[in-house]
């Protein structure tokens, strides 16, 4: 794929639809669209108009949250549920039980900064608090660490303190990055490949062969999994260094991805498409409609 193809997906944000909300019964529409501008798609279906940028699962719980241009959203039993106030999350960092950080723009009638910098909610987004940044940064790319927290708003930046924010020598543009609270590791989807940092996002290299996937999600410290523009799915055992595709494929556009390990040891896979949430409890080798 060119590096122009992979950029036209990569700018073009989800869009929660009418269409989809109603075909899928969970209502969890969001269309990742390669080929039209997300002004011309956008539809307004009980009171959410937007585009998606993240999601987070509870794999105990299957509660399905989706962070969107109007904010985050419970898509569990149907029809998205709001929570929280408006604010357009395009940055969107799951840190677990409960504690998000994001980062973009806020809605109406908010006292925030615009944009809002590095923000965060310790009660499932039901408020959110100012960290750092605020007024300067939006960071469209964003993830937690072992070590802090890295993001991208044109530069790719890290923090230890939540406070104080180093800018990193690299030239990577990342669409997305992952990582998790149990790790130094983190990923980049670039257009050149899947990046890879061991030291919390201080410096990068490309594995060879690394593929070209538009997002990634971690399972747990050493299972990643990665979705490409298409919709098929690669898998890495070694936390990114090498990747190996699974045979499955997502029939809608991918938009986001959440990842989790069961019980029985099995990779669980969730991938918000534009025609619901598509769910894999076999590591990505075969896809169903989430119900």
Not at 15 to 44: I, K, N
Not at 205 to 211: N, V
Request: hydrophobic share 35%; net charge negative.
């Amino acid at each position: 794929m060119s590096h122009l193809a992979f950029t036209k997906r990569a700018r073009n944000r989800v869009v929660l639809t009418a269409a989809a909300l109603s075909v899928a019964v969970l209502g969890a529409g969001c269309a990742q669209q390669p080929t039209r501008s997300p002004d011309t798609a956008q539809v307004t279906t009980t009171g959410v108009t937007g585009h998606v940028h993240g999601m987070n699962v509870d794999p105990e719980t299957g509660r399905v949250l989706l962070a969107a241009h109007e904010g985050l959203f419970d898509i569990t039993s149907g029809a998205p549920e709001k929570i929280g106030p408006t604010i357009d999350l395009m940055g969107f960092a799951p840190a677990g039980e409960d504690h998000f950080y994001a980062s973009g723009h806020p809605g109406p009638g908010s006292d925030m900064p615009n944009p809002v910098g590095l923000i965060h909610s310790t009660d499932g987004g039901t408020t959110w608090k100012p960290l750092s940044l605020q007024g300067e940064s939006d960071f469209h790319a964003l993830t937690v660490t072992r070590d802090g927290i890295v993001g991208f708003d044109g530069q790719v930046r890290r923090t230890g303190d939540l406070e104080t924010w180093e800018t990193v020598e690299t030239d990577i543009q990342p669409y997305n990055l992952s990582g998790t609270p149990v790790s130094r590791v983190v990923l980049a989807t670039t257009e050149q490949g899947v990046h890879r940092s061991g030291d919390a996002g201080r410096t990068w290299d490309l594995p060879a062969d690394a593929p070209i996937l538009l997002l990634t999600a971690f399972a747990d410290n050493s299972t990643a999994v990665g979705v490409a523009p298409g919709g098929t799915i690669q898998v890495s055992d070694d936390a990114g260094q090498t990747w190996e595709a699974t045979g499955g494929t997502v029939k809608g556009q991918p938009a986001a991805v959440a990842a989790a390990i069961g019980e029985d040891r099995q990779t669980r896979i969730w991938v918000a498409t534009d025609t619901g949430v598509e769910y894999s409890p076999d590591g990505g080798a075969t896809f169903e409609a989430l119900n």
